[in-house]
């Protein structure tokens, strides 16, 4: 009776919180989105580089609240969003604009499951755009400066029996600041967006040890035929850390260190991942204290190599695994209609991967933005190597864009400049251990760019297992970085040469047309297209126009060209120049014919 009773409740609750939430707005939407179910919102576990067994997801309808920027926290809300989607996302089920002299305030009561209760909490946040404080019980725990990151506190201390009250600020002075911000703008046209405020991504907490590992460093090295893991460790000296490779159920290697050592694992005639061969070992990291295992995590890693090699024409290219290798991908800017930043659900998360793989391509440039975890393990699994955007910021977007075409860098102040560093190593580490990653972008289009060759001077000195991009198609300096990185729309051209770097042509294309208004952001339906590069009138016309530039790209890589960037993977907002919809409901250009020409693109250097 009792069971039966407690159903009734769930299925009460699950009524109520479907009727309190709907997503707002009457813009477009994808499936995934109307589908949404608001008691289960992105259920995943968010960290899968490094996952424990027990954790408790926080996502779901919050309290919400928006207030001028000083005011003390609100004793009323304002009513209910649905984290973790953006206050300005359909999604959030608010769709509002924050205001750069406005603080967005959440608040949820939470309860510790009673099983954790000798163990210390850590409260995990995704990322959260741009600098949020922290309060559990009215006891302020920390606070995290930074759009694109994930943050954690150690929560115990403030924790009581029973109902907890979790209440988190944020403030995001949007395009009106200088901080990180990509495409976002507070006035969305042409090719600037939807302003992105708040919580974005995951809200868990998961129990662990007093002694426990924070991080894993993974670094292969195919030449040596060796794997180095570095555990960071929150322990005493008493703590050993070991790690186990696994081919399937066969132990390849294992190893121990004290104090957060290195742990170097051999991997003879190692399975190397490509995006033809996503192979990953399987990975088990253990901390022990006494002889007694006190924290458990399951990893992954993969033996690759990214570099570039003069070859006996003396041209460089790019390697993969010491062979030449063409990179072909797509621009690819990871908003979504109705979520903005946040994919709605993880089988959206994945679509455009799987999608970008069956059309052929090799490589993701994710533009100006940086993604959840798990997306990253997706193209870690499916075989997708990355060209990773540090977000651009500085001055408003259309300013930067003044700044570009003089050809000048930003002047930065001490603070802009110390923040800059600081976000730029936070992604870094963060990105570090996923083998999908190849290059780091420093700059795009000298869109707040300063002291590029410094800047990526330092980068290749902090990762040297990458190779890094000085300014995607910006200011250009003849020392630092590994490449020399032109753009050009909407045919593919060359109209620099660095003997002494990869050649590489970061984005062109812009194929496009306007599909159905059903499957428009409002603003496009309601004006004419005005972003389309090179406009087509339906999908025989877009596919020939992309054939006619792929054979021009050919021709240049022939010349010179080891990599290139088709813009772009999906439609955005006042852009109508994807392979599909914004929507993702239809395919716009013919998907086999793309397919067989992507792919004669990037067997360019097989023999």
């Not at 050592?261 to 003879?268: A, D, H, Q, R």
């Not at 993969?320 to 659900?345: R, S």
């Not at 852009?575 to 014919?593: I, Q």
Request: charged share 25%.
């Amino acid at each position: 009776m009792k069971k039966i009773f407690l159903l009734c409740a769930l299925c009460a609750l699950f009524t109520v919180a479907k009727a309190q939430w709907q997503p707002a707005g009457d813009n477009l939407k994808t499936d995934w989105g109307i589908n949404l179910d608001p008691n289960n919102v992105l259920p995943e576990y968010p960290r899968p580089i490094m996952e424990r067994e027990r954790w408790q997801n926080l996502n779901g309808l919050w309290d919400y609240a928006i207030r001028p920027l000083n005011e003390a926290k609100p004793q009323e809300m304002d009513g209910d969003i649905l984290v973790p989607f953006a206050v300005e996302s359909s999604l959030s089920g608010v769709m509002q604009p924050l205001g750069q002299h406005k603080a967005l305030w959440y608040e949820r009561e939470f309860t510790v499951p009673a099983a954790w209760k000798n163990d210390r909490i850590l409260l995990h946040f995704g990322a959260v755009d741009w600098k949020a404080e922290v309060w559990i019980n009215d006891m302020k725990v920390g606070e995290h400066k930074g759009g694109y990151t994930p943050f954690s506190f150690d929560i115990t201390p403030a924790l009581k029996k029973g109902s907890n009250n979790l209440t988190v600020k944020v403030f995001d002075p949007g395009a009106d600041g200088w901080q990180p911000r990509g495409k976002q703008s507070n006035r969305p046209w042409i090719l600037w967006y939807t302003t992105v405020s708040g919580i974005w991504q995951t809200v868990w907490m998961e129990p662990v040890a007093e002694n426990r590992i924070e991080s894993l460093k993974t670094t292969p090295d195919i030449d040596a035929g060796i794997l180095t893991v570095k555990p960071a460790v929150k322990g005493d000296e008493n703590c050993i850390a070991e790690v186990k490779l696994f081919d399937g159920e066969q132990l390849i290697a294992s190893g121990k260190s004290m104090n957060g050592m290195e742990i170097t694992l051999p991997v003879p005639e190692a399975k190397l991942w490509s995006p033809e061969n996503p192979f990953l070992y399987d990975m088990e990291v253990t901390l022990s204290r006494n002889d007694k295992v006190v924290d458990k995590v399951k990893s992954y890693a993969a033996m690759r190599k990214f570099s570039m090699k003069m070859g006996d024409d003396h041209i460089i290219r790019l390697q993969l695994n010491n062979e030449d290798y063409f990179q072909f991908g797509t621009l690819d800017q990871g908003y979504w209609p109705d979520g903005l930043y946040t994919a709605p659900t993880d089988e959206a998360l994945v679509f455009d991967i799987i999608k970008t793989k069956e059309l052929g391509y090799n490589m993701i440039r994710k533009h100006i933005k940086v993604e959840p975890a798990r997306w990253y393990t997706h193209c870690d699994r499916i075989g997708m190597i990355v060209w990773q955007d540090m977000p651009s910021g500085g001055e408003s977007p259309e300013l930067q864009w003044r700044q570009y075409f003089k050809g000048v860098e930003l002047e930065r102040t001490a603070e802009e400049e110390e923040n800059y560093r600081r976000e730029w190593k936070e992604i870094i580490d963060f990105l570090y251990s996923y083998p999908s990653i190849g290059t780091w972008v420093t700059f795009n289009e000298g869109w707040g760019q300063f002291k590029t060759q410094e800047i990526a001077a330092w980068t290749k000195s902090y990762d040297p297992s990458r190779l890094v991009d000085q300014s995607s198609g910006g200011n250009h300096y003849p020392e630092g970085g590994d490449m020399l990185d032109l753009h050009n729309y909407p045919e593919p051209q060359m109209y620099l040469f660095d003997y002494k770097r990869a050649n590489v042509l970061g984005e062109y294309g812009g194929v496009g047309y306007a599909p159905a208004k059903e499957h428009c952001w409002k603003l496009v339906v309601e004006t004419d297209p005005i972003n389309i590069p090179s406009k087509t009138s339906g999908k025989e016309e877009a596919t020939d126009r992309y054939e006619e530039y792929i054979n021009i790209l050919k021709g240049l890589i022939a010349k010179g060209y080891t990599a290139a960037v088709y813009t772009q993977i999906t439609d955005l907002e006042m852009e109508l120049n994807g392979m599909m919809t914004y929507d993702r409901k239809l395919m716009k250009l013919d998907v086999e014919r793309v397919r067989q020409l992507n792919q004669e693109v990037c067997n360019s250097f097989k023999k």
